[in-house]
Nanobody, 122 residues
């Protein structure tokens, strides 16, 4: 399996919470920075959060800082995105991918998964 498998999305009201999961192959996961991305209709895909291989360093887009938390479980080759205080503008399809060191640039040969839809109503 090369494509990541994202899950955990859903429909919530503003102020609510969701926890996304992404299972990714060990070949892609091990030793790499991992990132969460999102794409809203009519907009380009944007980086949301990223985490270092050991989990010790995390970075966030300004729009989600203080509300989202990225984490990883290296025993399960899984990354998570805990989302709190959700806003309508967080509505998007969410994806995960391996990224270059502390950037939003994906690794060469990246294959995107199907994503998981997050819809936040006001």
């Amino acid at each position: 399996q090369v494509q990541p498998v994202e899950s955990g999305g859903g429909s919530v009201q503003a102020g609510g919470s969701l926890r996304l999961s992404c299972v990714i192959s060990k070949y892609i996961y091990s030793g790499n920075y991992m990132g969460w991305f999102r794409q809203a209709p009519g907009k380009e895909r944007e980086g949301v959060a990223r985490i270092s291989p050991t989990g010790g360093i995390t970075d966030y887009a300004d729009s989600v800082k203080g509300r989202f938390t990225i984490s990883r479980d290296n025993t399960k080759t899984t990354i998570y995105l805990q989302m709190r205080s959700l806003k309508p503008e967080d509505t998007a399809m969410y994806y995960c991918a391996a990224v270059m060191f502390r950037t939003w640039k994906t690794k060469p040969g990246t294959t995107w998964g199907r994503g998981t839809q997050v819809t936040v109503s006001s």
